[in-house]
């Protein structure tokens, strides 16, 4: 069967000899140590829980819910905005619902690309700002993120021309996988950029409310201006360990946000109404359970930067996000290190070059796995394969 030019145009899987290669070794009995899991390994918050079993027994949650979500959340969006970041948004217009932010993600581009127009794509980055928009039929212009520039893209360095026919901009901070943070500057200067080109700036804001050592990360929201040009895509899925329950949202520029819920009232019908009950739960619930986690990573980060030290590799611990981005050592690539490490190991690591290919290079720890465990695997490859740096 002849599958559309648009399948064609996704990327190859790139992990796919990493996974042969971790079935090959469980088989063999390895105790696989998988430090490649970008997904939150604590439960959800048990008030979370108790929210939905007690909304999912009212009948009137098991209809059809609106696919802009309800009010209710996108109310209780609006107030935990003005609460945590001081800005204000009129939750009628500037909220939309998401099936977690991943969808609003991948479809926005269907709401503005199309042949011949340009897409602004950070590499490394999350594939799928890049995959919504190749779907979308446009092309993508990729911005680099440099260690040396603290992996913020150079907007200077965006060629005008490419800029004229630029109709989105994607940024994600904390960013995955580098860890990055970016400051009110940073966002200060891409609304100036994103009102000179007339570009649409969508903003991932997915780990802000992972951060230590005291930093805060901003919300692109919170910039003069941003609100006229852009939109942030924000999730429950990190900041609750709710990834599974498939809640987010995007807000912002009324325009966009109306655009993109038009699109998604003709493809799919929303969230589960007792999900974003309680979703409205975690936002106004208590928040020790945020700090709790935020130390947790803490711990198995400085445990992550503490191992590296070991092999060589002296690392600023980043201020955020559950992943540590560390440089590969001598010659490899970022795929042969990580195949090396998880034969000689049996540690998983994430090669960058799956995030781009500015990622080559680079691979990826997560923070998803018990301290212990992370000690244990890094020492285990300070056993196999000695001082790498
Ligand atoms: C985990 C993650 C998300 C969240 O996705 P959901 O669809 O909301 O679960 C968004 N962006 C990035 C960069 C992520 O790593």
Not at 125 to 138: D, F, K, M, R, T
């Amino acid at each position: 069967m002849k599958e559309a030019k648009r399948l064609a145009s996704l990327p190859p899987y790139l992990f796919a000899r990493i996974e042969e290669k971790l079935e090959e070794a469980k088989k063999k009995g390895v105790d696989v140590i998988n430090l490649g899991i970008g997904d939150p390994d604590q439960p959800t918050p048990e008030h979370i829980v108790q929210a939905l079993i007690t909304h999912a027994q009212n009948p009137e949650n098991h209809r059809y819910p609106t696919s802009k979500g309800l009010l209710e959340f996108r109310t209780s969006v609006a107030s935990w905005y003005q609460r945590r970041f001081g800005v204000e948004l009129d939750p009628e217009s500037e909220v939309v619902t998401l099936i977690g932010s991943k969808e609003g993600i991948a479809h926005i581009s269907f709401c503005y690309l199309q042949e011949g127009d340009v897409a602004l794509i950070p590499d490394p980055g999350y594939p799928v700002y890049g995959i919504g928009s190749a779907l979308a039929g446009a092309e993508n212009y990729i911005m680099p993120l440099k260690e040396e520039r603290g992996f913020l893209p150079d907007l200077a360095d965006i060629p005008s021309d490419v800029a004229r026919k630029a109709k989105l901009m994607f940024l994600n901070y904390p960013n995955n996988p580098t860890g990055a943070v970016a400051g009110k500057e940073f966002f200060e200067e891409v609304v100036e950029f994103a009102r000179n080109y007339d570009i649409i700036v969508c903003h991932d804001a997915a780990y802000t409310e992972i951060t230590f050592d005291g930093f805060s990360a901003p919300s692109f929201l919170e910039v003069e201006g941003a609100k006229e040009v852009g939109i942030e895509f924000h999730s429950l899925s990190k900041t609750y360990n709710m990834t599974g329950w498939r809640l987010g949202w995007a807000a912002g520029n009324s325009e966009v946000i109306r655009a993109l819920g038009t699109l998604k009232s003709n493809l799919d019908s929303g969230v589960f109404q007792a999900i974003q009950q309680a979703g409205i739960a975690a936002l106004e619930g208590p928040q020790d359970c945020v700090e709790k986690m935020r130390q947790l990573y803490k711990e198995r980060r400085d445990a992550v930067v503490e191992g590296l030290r070991r092999l060589g590799c002296h690392l600023e611990p980043p201020k955020a996000t559950i992943y540590v981005w560390a440089p590969v050592p001598g010659d490899y690539t970022s795929t042969d290190f990580a195949e090396l490490v998880l034969e000689k190991a049996g540690v998983v690591i994430t090669p960058g070059i799956g995030y781009g290919k500015f990622g080559e290079g680079y691979f990826r720890i997560s923070l998803t796995v018990d301290k212990e465990r992370i000690q244990e695997g890094l020492k285990r490859i300070e056993q196999a394969l000695g001082k790498l740096y």
